[in-house]
């Protein structure tokens, strides 16, 4: 018996030893990827020496003697610490990730491949002007300069993701930089889900419930402050909802995460240190590392510092000694779907406004790992490439014999927003800004500026041109082959809102309505914000004059608008109503959740329990409401629509008929939805959540999924790469944790700020900034996570522009020398 034991001990010291020795070998193969940053290096691309200083949270500060040296550091840094990132943004745009993930994502390439996104990059660096040309090349160069360092110094293949995937990698190009600003654009657009989505409802409510369930924004807009079946009679609802906008490394986000972000501006006369203020938090989905990236460049015109996403040779928010600027999903209606007929004796031909015409046609070949190729035959019409039919469900809005395609600003082969950004960074006044702002094409963004003396709001990006005889105005599928509706070229730059030194002195956006003009000159009917915009007018309009801290309070606000309007209404009749209940009773855990949610403000904090019980019960009542009228498609709308809701216990054009059952005898009053509903939420949670009320906490499910894109779905693998994190705030709060909406856990915390920054021109050294994780891309390094617990407490890191405060500062600093 002892010498069995003996044996098995020595058997188990083996196993021991052999995983002590994988390991060891595991973390020496991906740790030799972390870069040095005290190095020298040299190389035949730079003219003169470039000097990269890092502080202590691994921010690069770029010195160099010429632009294109300062593009090229760029590109080295973003290499150096964002690789993987980048080369999976690249294959996404390319259409080839199957190449890696087998065929998985074969419905991701296959749409790619139709936009032909890479092929009109390709095209568009012929029409960037010459600067830009000039700094794309050189970012190029820079890249590649680090994958030659790679390869001379067996640096792990650059990234520890390159060991699990190929190791192949193809040298960065200009045109890479140019598809992967058409990949964000794809991000941030909603009119191709909303024009199917409205299609298919038309087909199955009134007019009037349509517009309940799909409501305009209300007002005249907010910047500065002081039908379906009859143009397709053969369309018919279907059940079907197949989903490449879910599918794995997607970049096809649904209408709920289209692109948010909040940027407000002051003027001097309405700052406390008599300069201008600008705070802005673009808003984009979570992942581990974030997709921003902080820099400075030190160009011949100035300075440049704020965020920048690996891949793209651009500061794309922040600001130099003269300007500062910020971005936000404008919601400028870009794209348009269109029915095509084919013609009945011909499928490879569509109608065409002079008759029928042979589509554009080319070849593709997707090839899969451990799989056969895919053939592809893309075909375009006049407006625009034609989609697969599970794409947003278009197959359940077109009838037999028709296809869709769509018209889309971000499929121009003459796309010079890249030298709209370049020329942007050099700007030095507001005007100079909104000058550089008009060869802006996709995505279309509002565009805050700031300098020392004025404040300016103006909507940057092509706006297509419609006739006023559109006949679905933009807002459904419409028939391709009526000249009607079609595109006709681009409209002029002053048609984009513009807003210049308002007479109030603060401006700003969080996706709301701008304005309020006729079609074809109304921008858009569909927003991404409703409810942020009334907190953000109240906290600016409190205070006469603003300081920086006062817009970081701003931006880190968590008082829930929608809570605050929605409660009183929905709970009118239950409020302190009937005796005492039995404890244990479904009637006495109504009673302490309505007493919590009495005496709550509407503060979506992490720690409290209203907030979980306020949007449950909000999420339990809409399903309740819509499920019967809707069905199958109830389950578009997984996040809670205010507005509906509102109109519903306002009963604004007969909305509260909603609350009726259709299949019961009875007829349902708003009060019992709202009662129920409560009820189904605290059901809800006890089942899954299970403890007191008063000891739950919002921020133990509203977490943070800030995840590995790749290696956050493989088990073990993903303790190491994601990033969790209790977080405050919610759907409609400045500081916006848009929640998940599916799922065991619907209210995980999926889309937000990612970066933050707030700039105070009276002291712009004392500007403050702020991403998500951290700055390095690989899970091993010490700054991949660093930022992310005082982005989640609400804290941030300075970066100041003057170079003797970089240097004292320095954590290390890379040299790259031209070889002699």
Not at 276 to 293: C, E, K, M, Q, S
Not at 360 to 379: A, E, H
Not at 508 to 514: D, E, F, P, Q, S
Request: with cysteine.
């Amino acid at each position: 018996m002892s010498r069995l034991f003996r044996w098995l001990m020595r058997l188990l010291g083996t196993v021991l030893l052999f995983a002590g020795l994988s390991v060891a070998v595991i973390y020496y193969l991906a740790s030799r990827s972390l870069p040095d940053y005290n190095m020298n290096y040299t190389t035949r691309d730079v003219s003169a020496p470039v000097e990269i200083v890092r502080n202590n949270a691994s921010v690069p500060h770029i010195f160099a003697e010429n632009d294109a040296d300062a593009f090229f550091g760029l590109g080295f840094v973003h290499a150096q610490d964002r690789l993987w990132q980048m080369i999976l943004m690249r294959r996404t745009a390319q259409g080839r990730l199957s190449e890696l993930f087998g065929e998985r994502t074969v419905p991701v390439d296959e749409l790619l491949r139709r936009l032909d996104l890479y092929n009109l990059a390709q095209q568009s660096v012929l029409v960037q002007d010459a600067p830009t040309r000039k700094a794309l090349e050189a970012y190029s160069a820079g890249v590649n300069a680090w994958l030659a360092r790679i390869n001379n110094d067996a640096l792990g293949r650059g990234a520890p993701e390159f060991f699990l995937f190929s190791k192949e990698i193809a040298p960065w190009q200009p045109a890479d930089s140019l598809a992967l600003v058409k990949l964000m654009a794809l991000q941030l657009s909603p009119h191709l889900e909303e024009e199917v989505l409205r299609a298919r409802l038309s087909l199955v409510l009134s007019e009037d419930r349509l517009r309940d369930i799909l409501p305009d924004a209300p007002g005249t807009g907010v910047a500065a402050l002081p039908d379906y079946a009859a143009l397709f009679p053969t369309a018919v609802p279907s059940n079907e909802s197949l989903r490449i906008a879910e599918n794995w490394l997607s970049p096809f986000k649904r209408r709920a995460f289209a692109g948010a972000s909040n940027a407000w501006a002051a003027a001097p006369e309405r700052s406390a240190a008599g300069s201008t203020l600008l705070a802005n938090d673009p808003h984009l989905g979570f992942t581990a590392p974030a997709i921003w990236y902080l820099a400075r460049l030190e160009l011949s015109d100035g300075g440049v510092i704020g965020g920048t996403i690996p891949g793209i040779p651009s500061v794309l928010t922040g600001r130099s000694d003269y300007l500062g600027w910020g971005v936000t999903a404008s919601y400028l209606d870009d794209l348009d779907v269109f029915v095509e007929k084919l013609n009945p004796k011909n499928p490879e031909e569509y109608e065409t406004p002079h008759g029928f015409k042979v589509f554009q046609t080319s070849q593709s070949v997707i090839r899969v790992k451990d799989g056969p190729d895919i053939p592809l035959t893309l075909r375009w019409t006049e407006n625009g490439p034609v989609l697969p039919p599970s794409h947003y469900d278009l197959g359940s809005i077109t009838p037999p014999g028709h296809v869709a395609s769509i018209s889309w600003t971000v499929l121009s082969p003459n796309d010079t927003t890249m030298s709209s950004a370049i020329s942007l960074m050099r700007a030095k006044t507001v005007s100079d800004g909104i000058a550089a702002g008009e060869r802006f094409i996709a995505p279309s963004l509002n565009l805050t500026l700031v300098d020392g003396d004025t404040i300016a709001l103006k909507t940057i990006g092509a706006v297509p041109s419609r006739a006023a005889r559109h006949q679905s105005k933009g807002r459904l599928p419409s028939p391709g082959w009526r000249a009607v509706n079609r595109w006709q070229g681009r409209a002029g730059y002053r048609v984009n809102p513009e807003f210049v030194a308002p007479e109030g002195g603060l401006l700003g956006n969080t996706n709301n309505k701008l304005i309020d003009r006729p079609f074809p000159f109304h921008i858009s009917y569909v927003w991404g914000d409703t409810q942020r915009v009334q907190r953000w007018q109240h906290l600016m309009q409190n205070r006469e004059v603003h300081t920086r801290d006062s817009f970081i309070e701003a931006q880190l606000d968590t008082v829930s608008f929608s809570a605050r309007a929605l409660l009183p209404l929905v709970a009118a009749d239950l409020w302190f109503t009937g005796e005492a209940a039995a404890d244990g009773t479904t009637e006495r855990v109504r009673q302490r959740a309505l007493t919590l949610l009495a005496e709550w403000n509407g503060e979506m904090n992490e720690h409290l329990p209203e907030p979980l019980i306020y949007a449950a019960w909000m999420r339990a009542l809409q399903d309740r409401l819509i499920r019967d009228e809707l069905g199958p498609l109830a389950q578009e709308y997984n996040h809670v629509e205010p507005l509906f809701i509102e109109r519903v216990y306002r009963d604004v054009d007969g909305a509260s008929k909603w609350c009726d059952v259709i299949q019961s005898a009875p007829i349902e009053t708003c009060a019992d939805a709202a009662r129920q509903s409560l009820d189904d939420a605290l059901l809800w949670i006890e089942e899954n959540h299970g403890g007191t009320l008063e000891y739950l906490r919002w921020g133990d499910l509203h977490q943070a999924t800030q995840d590995h894109e790749v290696l956050g779905q493989v088990p073990l693998l993903s303790w190491f790469v994601n990033i969790r994190q209790s977080t405050s705030g919610g759907d409609n709060t400045l500081m916006r944790g848009r929640t998940s909406g599916s799922g065991r856990n619907p209210f995980l915390n999926v889309h937000g700020a990612g970066f933050r920054g707030v700039y105070d021109f009276a002291d712009p050294d004392s500007s403050v900034f702020v991403i998500s994780t951290g700055q390095s891309g690989h899970p091993l390094s010490r700054h991949y996570d660093d930022l992310g617990e005082l982005w989640r407490r609400g804290e941030y890191i300075p970066m100041s522009l003057d170079p003797d405060l970089a240097r004292a500062a320095a954590a290390g600093i890379t040299w790259l020398r031209p070889e002699r």
